[in-house]
């Protein structure tokens, strides 16, 4: 895990559906704006968490995501876990691909969500699904 | 959890026997919970209904809910329920309104008496519960398809699409742009094009909040589809920090123009059809 200390609980919401995705955002966006996140990065982290979700909606068959603040003694940010029991991820160099889909999309969620945020871990196995986390920290 | 022929028969005999106390009484409950909100004629012909199906499937035979000897009354509870939904109702008082009908029964089977008395009573009482639990299922669901429909007159009313000069038309875009709304935008967009016979149309973006991968993919698709049918398209209210997302995601809107604002959208439009615009006028004093 990537350094930083929790604060307060993380607030926790399924993805099981178009409207949940849309909760997603609107939860990330209220935790961007509470760890004072500049206007340009509140709406990047939180087109990345609407990429990601929408991800573990489509091809994850729908999972969890947990929103946190994190504090590492500098700066403030927000931290988002997504997880899906899915069918993992086989190629993740493909996958990162601008432009790869397998889903008729414009093939750059992944990618483009990686680079919408300061940090970002992917782990996805065919047994346990995929597990992304991404932080992004205040200016 | 059907009553059986026998037990049915003597229901429909204790109420259709007193069929002008058990209104009355059912009425007078259900008035009480209500509280004046539904007109006591109103009140009296609902339950008149269900009492009339109530006696009327019991004189058949077993009273089973699921089955088809009781489709009369099934269909009483969904008007009833269906009714309560429209009129803004709860759940609770539209449910209400057929466990009443436990309280009249339970002075009937008493003064009825007789050795059955009891079991009578608990059995009739499992058939109203079985009844109410119906009713509530039934509001339940009609709720949903009302919201469901208000939803969809929401979605209309907030995807409009305007004539905004000879010639252009403009669709401003508010909140999330999910699928279905896209879908409405898109066939607005083309109905209205082929309506004004616009060769321009400006699609304005100010009001929607992040734009992904999903919201560009849509907006793409509406510029294609507006193409194939002879008009340009310009995406206008592109404010700095979505620009910069768009950006970062990798989006590329190829040769569709952009603008930051509606007026420089129109201004550009106008400006491709030679029309001069008060910005580009020398100022003249008189
Ligand atoms: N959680 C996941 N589980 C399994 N496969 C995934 C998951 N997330 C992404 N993928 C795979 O990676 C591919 C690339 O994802 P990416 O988000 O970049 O593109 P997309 O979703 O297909 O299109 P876009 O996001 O541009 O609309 C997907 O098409 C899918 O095959
Ligand atoms: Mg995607």
């Given at each position: 895990?990537?350094?930083?200390?929790?604060?307060?609980?993380?607030?926790?919401?399924?993805?099981?559906?178009?409207?949940?995705?849309?909760?997603?955002?609107?939860?990330?966006?209220?935790?961007?704006?509470?760890?004072?996140?500049?206007?340009?990065?509140?709406?990047?982290?939180?087109?990345?968490?609407s990429e990601l979700a929408r991800n573990t909606l489509v091809y994850g068959g729908g999972g969890t995501v947990e929103v946190a603040t994190v504090d590492n003694g500098r700066r403030r940010g927000v931290r988002i876990v997504f997880a899906d029991s899915g069918p993992g991820i086989p190629d993740l160099d493909l996958a990162f691909t601008d432009g790869y889909t397998?889903?008729?999309?414009?093939g750059l969620g992944l990618s483009g969500a990686r680079r919408l945020v300061d940090e970002f871990e992917i782990e996805t196995s065919p047994e346990t699904g995929t597990r992304i986390t991404v932080t992004k920290w205040s200016r | 959890?059907?009553?059986?022929?026998?037990?049915?028969?003597?229901?429909?005999?204790?109420?259709?026997?007193?069929?002008?106390?058990?209104?009355?009484?059912?009425?007078?409950?259900?008035?009480?919970?209500?509280?004046?909100?539904?007109?006591?004629?109103?009140l009296r012909r609902q339950v008149q209904d269900l009492h009339s199906a109530i006696v009327a499937t019991g004189e058949h035979g077993a009273i089973d809910l699921s089955a088809e000897s009781a489709a009369e009354l099934r269909a009483a509870l969904s008007d009833l329920s269906r009714g309560r939904a429209?009129?803004?109702?709860?759940?609770?008082?539209?449910?209400?309104?057929v466990f009443a009908l436990k309280d009249v029964l339970a002075g009937l089977v008493e003064e009825a008496g007789g050795d059955n008395a009891l079991r009578d009573y608990i059995a009739f009482s499992r058939l109203?519960?079985?009844?109410?639990?119906?009713?509530?299922?039934?509001f339940v669901r009609t709720r949903e398809s009302l919201i469901a429909d208000q939803a969809e007159q929401l979605l209309e009313l907030s995807t409009p699409v305007v004539k905004l000069w000879e010639g252009v038309v403009a669709v401003p875009l508010v909140g999330t742009l999910d699928s279905a709304r896209a879908q409405v935008v898109m066939e607005r967009l083309l109905q209205t094009l082929v309506d004004t016979?616009?060769?321009?149309?400006?699609?304005?973006?100010?009001?929607?909040?992040?734009?992904?991968?999903?919201?560009?993919?849509?907006?793409?698709?509406?510029?294609?589809?507006?193409?194939?049918?002879?008009?340009?398209?310009?995406?206008?209210g592109i404010?700095?920090?979505?620009?910069?997302?768009?950006?970062?995601?990798?989006?590329?809107?190829?040769?569709?123009?952009?603008?930051?604002?509606?007026?420089?959208?129109?201004?550009?439009?106008?400006?491709?059809?030679?029309?001069?615009?008060?910005?580009?006028?020398?100022?003249?004093?008189?």
């Open positions: 895990m990537t350094a930083g200390i929790d604060l307060g609980h993380p607030q926790a919401q399924a993805i099981r559906s178009d409207e949940d995705v849309v909760r997603v955002r609107q939860l990330v966006r209220g935790v961007a704006v509470a760890v004072k996140l500049s206007l340009v990065d509140q709406t990047k982290v939180v087109t990345a968490a397998t889903g008729g999309g414009l | 959890m059907a009553l059986s022929a026998e037990e049915s028969g003597r229901l429909a005999a204790l109420l259709g026997g007193h069929a002008e106390r058990v209104t009355q009484r059912w009425t007078e409950i259900v008035a009480g919970s209500l509280r004046g909100r539904l007109s006591q004629a109103e429209r009129q803004g109702f709860s759940a609770t008082e539209t449910a209400i309104s109203i519960d079985e009844m109410g639990l119906f009713t509530f299922e039934s016979g616009s060769p321009y149309a400006i699609i304005d973006i100010t009001g929607v909040p992040a734009v992904d991968t999903q919201v560009a993919q849509h907006i793409l698709k509406t510029v294609v589809a507006a193409r194939l049918m002879g008009a340009d398209c310009i995406i206008s404010r700095p920090q979505i620009a910069q997302t768009i950006v970062a995601l990798g989006i590329e809107f190829g040769d569709i123009a952009t603008k930051a604002s509606l007026a420089d959208a129109l201004r550009h439009v106008l400006r491709l059809n030679g029309v001069e615009t008060a910005r580009r006028q020398p100022r003249r004093d008189v």
